[in-house]
């Protein structure tokens, strides 16, 4: 029995239009009714989803999101962050000497704020802020960032050819210290080694205690492996990428057809 659903959201619950369809909408709300958990389980930080949340119904007590790709579990209510990792000065050094090396341009997350270290690469300018317009975007110089109070994420938004080039570039050794993943077509991320959606539904499962046979996960890229290779079942989005669905126990009409309702409607609604 499935008492947990952990949703991604672009490609995967949102439309390319960055909306929540109607029927979507009102299955996940059938959903929770039947006292199903519904957990987004996103890369975003929480405040930039609050309006999804809203549309959900999904900000009661008792709500939950794992938020930053699993880096943080927090309270969809009140905000309160229940667990977390954070990334450190002696990280951001690391990383931004390899994406320096390679002209590819650094932005930190931190909270709900974007911020660009200083100096980048002259050829290559961050796109961040077109794929996360909600967010608060800065700049930082790389001597100021060891005042910030831990980083959730580190990310390098570029266009898709530069990723292409690049990202299988990146040396062992840092897929070693880092969780580095792929989160869509122009950004790719390093996280804390053990941090991932599936790290991020364990720790939430263990506090609701509900085991991960369980859970089901959707998801369409990369970064949403984890949480299909960890969860009972795993879904992926017809759109996804060839490296989840080859994994997934099911594949799911696309995002454009309500694949979410779709796969909620046939394993969990009673």
Do not use: W
């Not at 929540?20 to 059938?30: A, H, P, Q, V, W």
């Not at 390899?98 to 660009?116: F, K, R």
């Not at 077109?130 to 800065?138: A, D, E, I």
């Amino acid at each position: 029995m499935i008492k947990l659903i952990a949703i991604d959201l672009d490609g995967t619950l949102l439309k390319d239009d960055k909306t929540i369809s109607d029927k979507n909408r009102e299955t996940l709300m059938k959903a929770k009714e039947q006292g199903v958990k519904v957990v987004l389980c996103t890369g975003r930080p929480l405040n930039s989803v609050v309006g999804h949340l809203e549309t959900l119904n999904l900000l009661d007590e008792g709500d939950y999101a794992v938020t930053f790709n699993g880096g943080l579990i927090q309270r969809n209510d009140t905000g309160e962050v229940i667990a977390k990792q954070l990334m450190t000065q002696d990280n951001l050094e690391d990383i931004y000497d390899l994406t320096y090396d390679m002209g590819l341009p650094l932005d930190l997350v931190v909270g709900s704020s974007v911020l660009t270290v200083q100096p980048q690469p002259q050829n290559s300018k961050s796109l961040y802020y077109t794929l996360n317009p909600l967010l608060t975007y800065g700049e930082i110089n790389l001597e100021e960032s060891s005042k910030l109070d831990g980083i959730n994420k580190m990310v390098c938004a570029v266009g898709p050819k530069l990723i292409d080039e690049h990202l299988p570039k990146i040396p062992k050794s840092y897929h070693e210290k880092y969780n580095i993943v792929r989160s869509g077509e122009y950004l790719f991320e390093f996280l804390p080694k053990t941090v991932s959606k599936g790290f991020g539904l364990k720790r939430l499962g263990e506090i609701l205690d509900i085991k991960p046979e369980e859970m089901m996960g959707l998801g369409d890229e990369e970064n949403d492996l984890s949480m299909i290779e960890f969860v009972g079942l795993g879904v992926a989005m017809e759109n996804g990428s060839d490296v989840v669905k080859n994994v997934a126990q099911h594949i799911t009409v696309s995002n454009e057809d309500d694949g979410v309702a779709v796969a909620v409607e046939k394993f969990v609604l009673n």
